[in-house]
């Protein structure tokens, strides 16, 4: 799994800083950067966090390239719903030789191992086949499995991206997105780190579990 963030809004916690004082502050939007030190930016951010006026945080969004994940993973990537995709086709994409994700559980079980390489071998001898026979690669494509891997640009706005790690950063959460979660926070610390200083999920960032009677039992401990 490899992400990259390929673009974000410039200054993004100034941005938002900006935001914040326009809505609590007689200032002309002529002054409305005057000031706005980083020392300040932390302050009014973390004033927004602390206040819940999240819509402030809109103002920033960020682009990330994303590539060897499963379509497994990026259908429930995509029903984050407050962002915008665009995704490798399998239509005008020949999956050749198509690269492939594979669950530990599977990984470290000998038999499920054997059984799984010789799937995935058949599948993709049989795509080639289906192309060979002049099947066109948007019907070849619905023999592939959800373990084949995609390619996928995401942008959203430092809200949204909040809630997507109060979702999937939560134990409960699929191995594969959590793992995708897990590195986009990393870059997203580096770049704006007063606005994703406490994100995480929800037994991290707002002191409760939304799981529930089917909570981990993190909060607790």
Same mark, same amino acid.
């Given at each position: ?7 974000? #809004?410039?200054?993004?916690?100034? #941005? ?32 927004? /966090? ?26 429930? /990537? ?71 891997? #995609?390619?996928?640009?995401? #942008?959203?706005?430092?809200?949204? /991206? ?6 999937? /950063? ?52």
């Amino acid at each position: 799994m490899r992400v990259k963030l390929i673009s974000h #809004t410039e200054n993004p916690e100034r #941005t938002i800083a900006a935001a914040m004082r326009l809505c609590y502050s007689a200032s002309d939007i002529k002054n409305i950067l005057d000031g706005l030190d980083d020392e300040n930016c932390d302050r009014m951010i973390a004033k927004a /966090l602390k206040l819940g006026h999240f819509s402030v945080l809109e103002h920033a969004s960020y682009t990330f390239a994303i590539e060897d994940i499963s379509r497994a993973c990026s259908h429930q /990537l995509v029903r984050h719903r407050m962002a915008s995709y665009s995704q490798q086709s399998q239509r005008y994409v020949k999956m050749h030789n198509f690269d492939h994700s594979m669950p530990l559980s599977i990984q470290n079980n000998k038999q499920a191992l054997d059984q799984y390489n010789s799937m995935i071998d058949k599948i993709s001898q049989q795509y080639e086949s289906f192309l060979e026979l002049g099947i066109p690669a948007e019907d070849a494509r619905y023999i592939l499995p959800n373990s084949a891997d #995609t390619k996928i640009v995401m #942008t959203a706005n430092a809200r949204s /991206l909040i809630n997507f790690f109060e979702l999937r /950063l939560c134990t409960r959460a699929q191995w594969e997105i959590r793992e995708l979660a897990e590195k986009m926070l990393d870059i997203l610390k580096e770049i704006s780190p007063s606005i994703f200083s406490n994100a995480g999920p929800t037994c991290v960032s707002k002191g409760y579990c939304s799981e529930g009677e089917m909570s981990c039992g993190r909060l607790d401990k």
